[in-house]
Each structure stands twice: as C-alpha cells, then as structure tokens.
C-alpha cells in the first residue's frame, strides 16, 4: 500500500470534507484525497456532490488505493455526525481530518444580502466547527490525531475583491485552528490550517463574481491578472494545497501544531 510518507508502521485513514471538485479539473480536495491515497491512506471522501466525491473515489481506485465516497451537507451537524459514524465503521479510525469546504460569494458589508452572509458562515464556518465536533472525540479514543483546516491568505488581508464573508469566515477559522490546537496539544491532536493564495481552481473559474471583479467576466483575462499579481508570476493550484495539507498530516510534522502554512508564491509578501 505504500507508506503514509514513508515513516508510519501502520495504515493512515483520512476523511476529507468536500472531497468532490465543482468542475472538471482538480480543486483542493479532490488533490488532497488523491494525494493521500497515494501516500497509502485510505480515504473517506465526503462532498455535497456525490457524483463529485464518485469521481474521486474511482481515480483512487484506478490508481490502486482504497477510497470510499459519502453524500453530506458539510453545514449540517446530523450529516456530518453521519458521515464520521460511516467512516469509523468503514475503516475503524480518523487519523486524519482533512476540511476543505468554500464558497465564495462577492460583495462588501454594504451590497452582500444578509442571506449570502449567513450561507458563506455555514459553508464555510459551520462546517469546519461541526467535522472537529464531531471527530475530535474519535481521535481522543484512538490516542491522537491530525486536523488541516484549508482557509486563504483572505483571512490574513484585502485582496482587491469585495467579499466580507470570505474574509470574515477564513479570519475566524484561523482563529479556531488555534484555540482548538491549544485546547487539544496535550491529548496528540494536532489542528492546523492551510492559506492558499491565488490559486487557478475550478471554483475560482466558476466563480462569476470573481471573475467579474477582475476582468468583466473574461476567465481568462482574469487568470492573467492573476498571474501577474503574483511575485513568482503564476498562481499556484490544487497540488500545492495538497503537498501542504499532507505535510501537516503527516509525522514529519509531529512537533508542528496551530500554524497556519502560507502557500501563495510570496503574495502576501508585497504591499500592493
């Protein structure tokens, strides 16, 4: 089966929230869930889109790995508490916890609807506060374990696009990392979070506000504006997400808790 980096006796067994990607290409998640496969975990791959979570799972498979795939609203504690009973009794652990749910949805305090607000707080939030919920306790059990929430360099800054509840949500989720990394040290559970930056995702392509914000709804020029805003002159994508989030996974990172891992072609580095 391989090795989970090469360094683990035994067998990892990941659950990956939004597993599925919202378009053809590769999306965090989808990236991650391969990646860990192929690392030698077994994976439980959960999305809104079962279809989505589907694709994934038989790519794992294709490839030799061991996958599962489960429908869930990630924003629905009743879901989640399902999808982490289903994966326990599929594989019996959750070594590792992988929580990659996002929306956007564009527009400052001002233009944002009161209802988009509370929709990006639950996709975006809620979820990753229900899945350490209601794994957490698992991992107690088992002895330990390793939680990647993946937020975005947003929580950290304005990046020229209006949309107040992705910045809220990924601000307070890096704040929650961090707490419950405290909370947990002790009991070998260890929660840290991802911060892509400008990254070339389908859910930034099907995204048409962003594309609208920067570039009138041409995908293409957007990605070149993209592009250039970066100091290494290209976005980055899905796979860079994923070699992040299994290194924080991963043993090689035992002593490494409450981070957040910026990966974002030096971005966050330039004052404008």
């Known amino acids: 089966s391989g090795g989970w980096h090469g360094r683990t006796a035994r067998r990892q067994d990941a659950l990956v929230i939004g597993a599925g990607s919202v378009g053809p290409g590769w999306g965090n998640g989808k990236a991650t869930a391969v990646l860990f496969a192929r690392e030698g975990a077994r994976v439980f791959c959960v999305d809104v889109n079962e279809g989505a979570a589907r694709e994934t799972v038989e790519i794992i498979w294709g490839e030799g790995g061991e996958a599962e795939a489960w429908h869930a609203d990630a924003s629905r504690s009743a879901d989640i508490e399902r999808a982490v009973a289903a994966c326990l009794d599929r594989f019996g652990r959750i070594d590792v916890l992988d929580n990659n749910v996002g929306i956007v949805e564009v527009g400052g305090v001002v233009e944002l ?44 800054r304005f990046l020229g696009v209006a949309y107040a509840s992705y910045y809220a949500t990924k601000a307070a989720m890096n704040h929650l990392t961090r707490t419950t990394a405290a909370e947990y040290a002790a009991r070998k559970i260890r929660v840290n979070a991802v911060l892509p930056g400008l990254m070339k995702t389908p859910m930034v392509e099907k995204s048409a506000g962003l594309a609208k914000s920067y570039a009138a709804g041409d995908v293409e020029a957007m990605w070149r504006a993209r592009d250039a805003q970066v100091p290494m002159g290209h976005m980055g994508d899905a796979w860079d997400v994923a070699q992040a989030a299994l290194f924080l996974a991963s043993d090689e990172a035992r002593y490494v808790t409450g981070i957040e891992l910026v990966v974002d072609g030096g971005i966050t580095l330039k004052v404008s």
Do not use: T, Y
């Open 113 to 156: 609807a009161e209802e988009a607000w509370d929709r990006v707080f639950a996709v975006n939030l809620k979820s990753c506060f229900l899945a350490m919920k209601h794994v957490i306790p698992a991992m107690e059990r088992q002895g330990g374990g390793a939680i990647v929430n993946i937020s975005s360099i947003a929580s950290l």
